[in-house]
């Protein structure tokens, strides 16, 4: 059976930083493509930042968080972080950890609520 756990979520002033990291089970981590992405209230799901698998380690960022998340995976460890500076209101989301096998399965997480206010 397939888990993928977030974590890392919480209350955070702008400004501030948080680390999300999404733990998986079950299914084979290291040529998975694994993804964050954040989905704000009444707003649609959006693509935040993804990892590559062992063939490369290539990264995508969306526009809006150039710069200031980092994205990055252990594969001994089955675990996938989202380090995340200079945090803004307008990152208030839950935030979801995919992970894309080969081939055409998917699996998410339950999501982590980030709140950035002060």
């Known amino acids: 059976q397939v888990h993928v756990v977030e974590s890392g979520g919480g209350l955070v002033q702008p400004g501030g930083s948080l680390r999300l990291s999404c733990v998986t089970s079950g299914l084979s981590f290291s040529p998975a493509v694994m993804s964050w992405y954040r989905q704000a209230h009444g707003k649609e799901r959006e693509l935040v930042a993804s990892?590559?698998?062992?063939?490369?380690?290539?990264?995508h960022y969306a526009d809006s968080v150039k710069g200031r998340f980092t994205i990055s995976r252990d594969n001994a460890k089955n675990t996938m972080t989202l380090q995340m500076d200079n945090l803004k209101p307008e990152d208030t989301a839950v935030y979801y950890c995919?992970?894309?096998?080969?081939?055409?399965?998917?699996?998410w997480g339950q999501g982590t609520q980030v709140t950035v206010s002060s």
């Open positions: 995919k992970a894309r096998m080969p081939g055409t399965d998917e699996f």
């Open positions: 990892i590559g698998t062992i063939l490369g380690p290539m990264t």
